[in-house]
């Protein structure tokens, strides 16, 4: 089972303040693991792609080279990514 994820611990330095923000974090290679609405997603470089997915949800997962595709991955409540990047908590996010 999946542990709550304590938002408190996120650092406003941690968390996007614009979409510029975000392409400019995965152009420079990010992994990030942010929480929406109680769900936990993944997004990760695999071999130069760029993958976003549910945490531990495979059935979820868009893989693009583009980072606008991945802008338009549909969050739970039917709101583009691109529309909540402000609004996510990062728990990792490594650049």
């Avoid at 542990?3 to 975000?22: H, L, N, Q, Y």
């Avoid at 071999?47 to 802008?71: C, M």
Wanted: a negative charge.
């Amino acid at each position: 089972m999946q542990s709550p994820i304590d938002s408190s611990k996120c650092k406003d330095e941690d968390r996007f303040t614009s979409i510029s923000d975000f392409k400019w974090s995965i152009h420079c290679g990010a992994e990030i693991e942010f929480e929406y609405h109680g769900q936990l997603y993944t997004i990760i470089r695999p071999e130069g792609h760029i993958n976003i997915a549910k945490a531990f949800r495979p059935d979820t997962e868009l893989e693009s080279d583009d980072v606008e595709d991945i802008l338009d991955y549909r969050m739970d409540d039917g709101k583009k990514l691109r529309e909540v990047i402000t609004e996510v908590t990062n728990v990792i996010r490594t650049v």
